[in-house]
């Protein structure tokens, strides 16, 4: 069982920067994948990045590629995700998700967060 918390959501103008965090619980963190998604109201629930457990391998959206990174401290159980150049349609619900492979299919993933709300002004 893990159980993963997000924070760093909040508020920021376009071309701001936003750094989330997902702290997992548990022994085994090192042993999942992890990925995070968002949701803006009346769309699907979409892939953001993904990293390998030991954080060796990243993959991105294109919609995000060369403005987000993704990253993890498996020390300190904790999964990042730095927002850079950020844009008014990257506002959304923000989630970290936990499965054994990194995947872009959230149906991949296993274990879920609460969401951080993630809003870019214009």
């Known amino acids: 069982q893990v159980q993963l918390v997000e924070s760093g959501g909040g508020l920021v103008q376009a071309g701001g920067s936003l750094s989330l965090s997902c702290a997992a619980s548990?022994?085994?963190?090192?042993?999942?994948?992890m990925g995070w998604f968002r949701q803006s109201p009346g769309k699907e629930r979409e892939f953001v990045s993904a990293i390998s457990g030991s954080g060796g391998n990243t993959y991105y959206a294109d919609s995000v590629k060369g403005r987000f990174t993704i990253s993890r401290d498996n020390a300190k159980n904790t999964l990042y995700l730095q927002m850079n150049s950020l844009k008014p349609e990257d506002t959304a619900v923000y989630y970290c998700?936990?499965?054994?492979?990194?995947?872009?299919?959230?149906?991949?993933?296993?274990?879920w967060g609460q969401g951080t709300q993630v809003t870019v002004s214009s």
């Open positions: 998700a936990a499965g054994y492979v990194p995947s872009s299919n959230r149906n991949h993933y296993t274990y």
């Open positions: 548990g022994r085994t963190f090192s042993r999942y994948a």
